[in-house]
């Protein structure tokens, strides 16, 4: 993907001057985006150059896919908390329970001990016909009184752990705003940056729009150079290829390079990755008729009885790194230094991704974005 490029301005003049058609679409980009105004280069009599709007969507795109992947994050992170305080709440509701029986018995227990054993003991001595039945009946009085002691302490010690617990799910459940809160604002920020976009391309000339949605679909959807005719299912669960050798990709070789043999969950993701091109994007999708791209891989994975992390960042460290030279479909690539963008590789130089809003499922060059990583799971 392009990215904006910055220089000098000419004369002395400060204002940006732009074409009719896509002055007010760049001036909204101008106030939501995080690149700072004036960033877009120029020609010498002061228009945009050629490129400049493709640049700037791409940007946006860029800024609305890191947003994206925050989202992803803060939504994983509001799930597992919800999860917790359900978990917290229940154990809260069973020990209250717990605490109300015990009352019950413990009333219970001292009710009858006030009936049978309200007396002075001095008194109910004088006043018995039969002294040993007497002692005996205080010994059992005493051995209530100590039992009496011991429930009590359970109680009192069920009452801590209950109050424990509600303290720790009052402070999930502040966890939890916080963390809905964070999400809405990751929202917002996709949201408005996918606006923006949108209204650039929609000012585009229609000639240039024609341009811009040529290139931004290079690879069609379509399988390419050497993985191009094969029939669905060609992958068998053991990493091979009919008509080829073990873990061979079209004779045998991945990138220009002999393969080597992948394993049978790489395989299969890499199956389920490829019955997905054509599919749209859609940020904060994890399938399984749409996807963003940390969503499609999590979800071919899925597919392979593997689990993997929901965002880009998380899937980086989900497994062994490996360079390029040694890559084999269904490793991850991570792009971008801040890692938020991730595809699978698919062999000769292709891999399988879910690129940005308006596109599908497809393949590109591997080297499309600076590589941050190469991950095999």
Known sequence: MASCRRVAKPGSGR??????????????????????????????????????????????????????????AAQTRTQALRREVDRIQDRVARGQGRVNRMRVALGALAGGQYRTGGIDPGLALLLSGDPAQYLDRAATLERITSRQAARLRVVQSAQRTLRQERAEAAAKLGKLEHSRRVVARHKRAVQHRLATARRLVNALPPRERES???????????????????????????????????????????????????????????????????????????????????????????????????????QAHAGQPVPLSQARPGDLVVYRSDASHVAMYAGNGQVIHAPYPGARVRYDPVDMLPISSITRV
């Open 212 to 314: 811009y949605a040529h290139r931004a679909s290079r690879a069609g959807g379509r399988e390419p150079g050497a993985l191009a005719g094969l029939p669905p299912g060609a992958l068998s669960g053991s990493g091979t290829l009919s008509g080829s050798g073990p873990g061979e990709l079209s004779g045998g070789r991945i990138g220009g390079r002999h393969a080597a043999p992948f394993s049978g969950r790489a395989a299969a993701a890499f199956g389920a990755a490829r019955a997905a091109l054509g599919l749209p994007y859609a940020w904060g999708h994890a399938g399984p008729t749409a996807f963003d791209c940390s969503g499609l891989t999590q979800w071919a994975y899925a597919h392979a009885g593997v689990a993997i992390p929901r965002t880009s960042q998380a």
């Open 15 to 72: 204002a940006a001057v732009w074409t009719a058609a896509s002055a007010a679409a760049v001036a909204s980009a101008a106030a939501l985006s995080a690149v700072a105004a004036g960033a877009e280069p120029h020609d010498p009599v002061g228009r945009p150059a050629a490129r400049s709007a493709g640049d700037r969507i791409a940007t946006l795109y860029a800024q609305a896919e890191r947003a994206t992947e925050r989202y992803n």
